[in-house]
């Protein structure tokens, strides 16, 4: 129920449903004068969500700082939640990523060099996807080809949302017998770890944060940033406009 309510929430603010909302309204009282103004919002709101440089200032000012991985201590284990890879693709034999595969590459990274000794990765189903198989399950695969050894890696393969992924994950090391006092390190997008980390801490399990999958970057403005439409700038408002209607609807809801 929450999973839909969010997502409603979610659909009804976003950046291009407004514009929409705007152009089609102005269209339908183009001959009065309301009609024109609101063409003209609707475009320049096209052209301020498609501005690289807002968007980038946006991001900057909301991801946080990425950590530097010699300054890591040793971890039990590191968290990684799903929501990476592509799961409308049908075939069961390989795992086909979308944007976000930092997640995993990262945590095997930190795996490698001896930061975390174990990986658990939460996230199931999902709603929608063409594949049967299960997140966790898919991103397990791919770590285990890469040469993370099969007892190294936890699944838990039931979570649907972030709230779940902080329930499922505290249950899942209680059951393996690690220690609900410990500190382990959670790894998820940048953009997604204010949520992450307030939906873990709520549910008792203590975490220090890795971000990773960023979508700020650290260039400057220049004349492309600065003049020329971007529609992935329009993406990330749209991927921050949901972000944050889902951090209103946990809150109203008690999850953070």
């Known amino acids: 129920m929450v999973y839909f309510l969010s997502q409603i929430f979610s659909f009804l603010i976003l950046p291009l449903t407004i514009i929409l909302i705007l152009f089609i309204s102005g269209l339908i009282m183009v001959k009065k004068p309301i009609g024109r103004k609101l063409l003209w919002a609707s475009l320049i709101l096209l052209l301020l969500m498609s501005n690289r440089f807002l968007a980038n200032k946006l991001m900057n000012a909301w991801e946080p700082q990425f950590k530097e991985i010699a300054t890591l201590p040793t971890y039990e284990v590191g968290i990684v939640l799903t929501g990476v890879t592509n799961i409308n693709k049908t075939a069961s034999d390989r795992t086909f ?18 930061k975390i000794n174990k990986i658990l990765i939460t996230g199931g189903e999902g709603f929608y996807n063409a594949n049967t198989n299960r997140e966790a399950d898919l991103l397990a695969n791919f770590m285990y ?3 993370v050894p099969m007892e190294d890696v936890i ?7 972030t709230r779940e992924n902080a329930l499922f994950a505290r249950e899942t090391l209680i059951g ?5 006092n410990e500190t382990y390190l959670l790894i998820t997008s940048a953009f997604h770890m204010p949520r992450s980390k307030k939906c873990f801490d709520k549910v008792g399990l203590q ?14 403005a220049n004349f ?6 971007a529609p992935d700038a329009l993406m990330i408002w749209q991927k921050m406009f949901k972000e944050w209607a889902g951090l209103l609807v946990y809150k109203l809801v008690g999850y953070i």
């Open 97 to 114: 990523f979308d944007r976000g595969a930092d997640r995993a590459t990262h945590a095997m990274q930190l795996y490698k060099e001896g």
């Open 145 to 147: 080809t890469a040469g």
């Open 155 to 161: 699944i838990e393969n039931q979570a649907v949302n």
């Open 176 to 180: 393996k017998g690690f220690d609900e």
């Open 207 to 220: 975490t220090e944060t890795y971000p990773v999958d960023y979508y700020g970057s650290d260039s400057g």
């Open 224 to 229: 492309k940033s600065l003049f020329q439409p």
